[in-house]
Each structure stands twice: as C-alpha cells, then as structure tokens.
C-alpha cells in the first residue's frame, strides 16, 4: 500500500539533523489502515485550506502547502516557526484506488483518507469438493 521507506525524507532528516531543525520544510505525517481505507494525516499548523494543493500522479501523491507573513510592513523580531513552501510525496503501489482519494482540513491537519483497491480486498472464496453436495469455505490472502 503505502511505501514506508522514502530515502529523499531520510536525507531530508538528515539535512534538518545538520542543521538543527532550522530548515525543516516537510511536513510530518500519520499513516495508518482501518478496515479498507488508508488514513493518512499530514500536520500544517498555521496553513490555510486554500493553500494547501494535492495533486495525483500515477500512483504517487502530492502535498504542498504554502506558508507566508501576509502583512506587508512587519518588523519580524523573531521568526522561529518555517515560512515557504512545504511539500510531501506519497508513493502508493497498485493496490490504494486513488481515483477514490478524499481529503478534508481541520484545525491544522490535512487528512486523505484513500480506499484499498477492490483487486486488492481481502475476500472469501468458496471451494466446493468433488465428492460432497456441501461447499468448503477458505479465505483468500
């Protein structure tokens, strides 16, 4: 389903390590399956649902948000918290129906919620016995 080795986010980290967190401009993320839907829950405290853009690419999943001062005439006398661009790539395999993705906004947390493909669901399948009128029931993986 979801990819769980990313090395662009594991040097990511590593460049924010060397940095000391200065530049942080990923987003950190939740991913978890319930039943037969992919939750995934990506923090962006202080963004606005207009800018946050999600875009779709074969099976890979876009995030990027957008993060400025929008007063003209500040004197920033601190600036602790990443302003910018930030962006996340989801790499999904054959198996999550990304036509099917939703995604929703509330109190600073974009969450996707994405179906598992019906090919990929678990099913039952019914194997019925040449010598016996009663069907045995196994469960396909």
């Known amino acids: 389903m979801l990819m769980r080795f990313d090395p662009f986010r594991e040097?990511?980290?590593?460049?924010?390590?060397?940095?000391?967190?200065?530049?942080?401009?990923?987003?950190?993320?939740?991913?978890y399956r319930i039943g037969d839907i992919v939750h995934v829950d990506l923090d962006m405290p202080g963004v606005?649902?207009?800018?946050?853009?999600?875009?779709?690419?074969?099976?890979?999943?876009?995030?990027?948000?957008?993060?400025?001062?929008d007063a003209e005439g500040v004197e920033i006398v601190t600036c602790e918290r990443p302003q910018g661009t930030f962006s996340r790539e989801l790499f999904f395999g054959d198996t999550a129906d990304l036509e099917q993705l939703t995604a929703s906004y509330e109190n600073g947390v974009v969450r996707l919620r994405i179906p598992v493909a019906a090919q990929a669901r678990v099913r039952r399948i019914e194997v019925r016995s040449t010598g016996s009128e009663q069907p045995v029931v196994a469960q396909a993986t």
């Open 48 to 69: 606005t649902a207009e800018a946050v853009d999600i875009t779709v690419e074969n099976q890979t999943v876009t995030v990027r948000a957008e993060r400025r001062w």
């Open 11 to 31: 040097l990511d980290r590593l460049v924010d390590q060397l940095n000391d967190g200065r530049r942080q401009r990923s987003m950190p993320m939740d991913a």
